[in-house]
């Protein structure tokens, strides 16, 4: 065997070893790297933040957006705190390796063009909401996603949106339901009245 064929088994077998996949990232939409692999190891990132408003489609005065605190369901627009995830390396890592997340505290995806993807759980502790957003801020897909335990990303199951989407936010589990939001409500900027454009993505 020379030494290329030897070299390309022991990347092989590496990979096996490691579970590569063509699936990268923990709560993170589907890559063909393997960055989830190097970024699981890492401390998690700190990243730029941006206000959000969560507006349901039935509020009468978006201008009013309160944060929400802990207590019953209601139906006006919530800010939410969103750490932005920009880059390809920040969309694999994701909120993998988090053991929480704060109060009214989420992370947005932030894509370069609109597109059909799916998230999955892998390595990432916290159950969580996760809302597939279009490129004009509606809420197109609410899904609820559970942590995976296995060591082995191919045991872990995907989320795939119900339609193409530019971006996906995620909370704490249960958090839309809380706050009265749903499939046909809105992610804006913080004066609930600007969409999410301006946020550039690569």
């Known amino acids: 065997m020379n030494m290329y064929a030897t070299t390309k088994v022991r990347l092989c077998l590496a990979g096996a070893l490691l579970g590569i996949t063509s699936t990268a990232g923990a709560a993170t939409a589907v890559l063909p790297t393997a960055t989830s692999v190097v970024a699981a190891s890492t401390v998690p990132q700190q990243l730029a933040t941006q206000a959000l408003c969560l507006r349901s489609q039935n509020t009468a005065e978006p201008q009013t957006a309160e944060p929400q605190t802990s207590g019953p369901k209601t139906s006006g627009p919530k800010i939410v705190q969103a ?4 880059t390809a390396e920040q ?5 993998m390796m988090r053991e929480s997340l704060a109060e009214n505290s989420g992370m947005l995806f932030v894509y370069p063009h609109t597109g059909q993807r799916s998230f999955w759980m892998f390595r990432t502790l916290i159950p969580l909401d996760i809302a597939f957003v279009s490129s004009k801020g509606e ?5 609820q996603m559970q942590p995976c335990a296995s060591y082995w990303s191919q045991r872990c199951p995907s989320y795939p949106a119900a339609q193409p989407f530019l971006y996906a936010l995620e909370v704490n589990l249960g958090k839309f339901a809380e706050w009265g939001i749903s499939e046909g409500d809105w992610v804006l900027q913080e004066d609930c009245e600007s969409n999410l454009e301006g946020f550039e993505a690569w």
Not at 139 to 143: K, V
Request: aromatic fraction near 0%.
């Open 83 to 86: 750490e932005l995830a920009l």
């Open 91 to 95: 969309r694999a890592t994701g909120l």
């Open 139 to 143: 809420i197109l897909d609410i899904q």
